[in-house]
Each structure stands twice: as structure tokens, then as C-alpha cells.
């Protein structure tokens, strides 16, 4: 009988705040809405600070936490396609380590695990779990746009 009691008052709660029939969604399920255009896969907000990946305009994944270029070193706006992937990386470069490593652009310039507290040399740092994520949902041929 306690556990009626507290159904009832569950669903009455939920009618007096206007909640009936709605579900609760995780944070991941509810998506901002990326500022790049429908051929996207990989969406990139450099003011955002904000990375998403998408499906034909939709968002699958995101937005994620992302740090990019410090001064000298900015991230390069544009649009551009996945041209190869190394899930761990070492930049001769910076001398340092890259894990889960998308890269795309001619120059360099990658998605990978990276601190989100300090800027890059021109890559888009994500955290850990966004890397793997970006690392094995992107391919070589999927368009990556990077906006303001």
C-alpha cells in the first residue's frame, strides 16, 4: 500500500507542475544546436569553445568542451575533410603526445585528448571521453567546419 501512496503522489506532483509525460533527458540527449552547416560531420564553435559531431545537420554527439590556438598558433576557420587518423600520435613538432588523433587539415591540425585548461599550437584539445568519441565516428573524407 506505501508504494501506491507514493505512485499517487508521484503523479500528482508531475500534473501539478505541468511535468506529466515528460521524461528526463541526459544531458547528452539534449543537444544545442551546432552553428555548421548540414554537411558537417565535425563541428567546430571557436567562441563557443564547442565541438559537435553531426548527421546531416542533426547533432549526434555534443556540444563537448574544447580548448583550440593560443596567439600565433590560431585555429584555422574554414571548411575542411578528415585526411587521416593515428590514435596515438606523437608530434615531432611540439614534442609531445596527440591520443586519438583526427586530423584535418594539410598543416597539422587535429582533433586529440588535450587539456581543456590551456590553448594548443592550432589543434582542437577535447577531453578524454569526446576524443574517443570523435576518434571513432570520424573518417578520412568527412567534412570538418570550423567557425568563429
Given at each position: 500500500?506505501?508504494?501506491l501512496?507514493k ?7 508531475a500534473a501539478a507542475?505541468s511535468?506529466a509525460?515528460?521524461?528526463a533527458v541526459?544531458p547528452?540527449a539534449a543537444a544545442?544546436p551546432a552553428p ?5 560531420r565535425?563541428c ?17 554527439y555534443g ?6 590556438g593560443?596567439?600565433?598558433?590560431r ?15 606523437w608530434s ?8 586519438f588523433s583526427?586530423f584535418?587539415?594539410?598543416t597539422?591540425v587535429?582533433?586529440?585528448?588535450g587539456?581543456?585548461?590551456q ?5 582542437v ?8 568519441v570523435f576518434?571513432?565516428?570520424l573518417?578520412?573524407g568527412?567534412?570538418v567546419?570550423?567557425v568563429?
Amino acid at each position: 500500500m506505501g508504494s501506491l501512496r507514493k505512485s499517487v503522489a508521484v503523479a500528482a506532483i508531475a500534473a501539478a507542475t505541468s511535468t506529466a509525460g515528460l521524461v528526463a533527458v541526459a544531458p547528452q540527449a539534449a543537444a544545442s544546436p551546432a552553428p555548421c552547416s548540414p554537411a558537417a560531420r565535425a563541428c567546430v564553435a571557436l567562441g563557443a569553445n564547442a565541438a559537435w559531431l553531426m548527421n546531416g545537420g542533426a547533432v549526434t554527439y555534443g556540444s563537448v568542451p574544447i580548448t583550440s590556438g593560443k596567439p600565433g598558433y590560431r585555429t584555422p576557420k574554414g571548411s575542411f575533410k578528415v585526411t587521416y587518423k593515428d590514435i596515438d600520435h606523437w608530434s615531432h613538432s611540439f614534442n609531445g603526445p596527440m591520443p586519438f588523433s583526427v586530423f584535418f587539415t594539410t598543416t597539422g591540425v587535429a582533433f586529440h585528448e588535450g587539456s581543456l585548461s590551456q590553448l594548443s599550437h592550432g589543434c582542437v584539445h577535447l577531453s578524454p571521453e569526446a576524443a574517443r568519441v570523435f576518434y571513432d565516428s570520424l573518417a578520412p573524407g568527412d567534412v570538418v567546419e570550423v567557425v568563429a
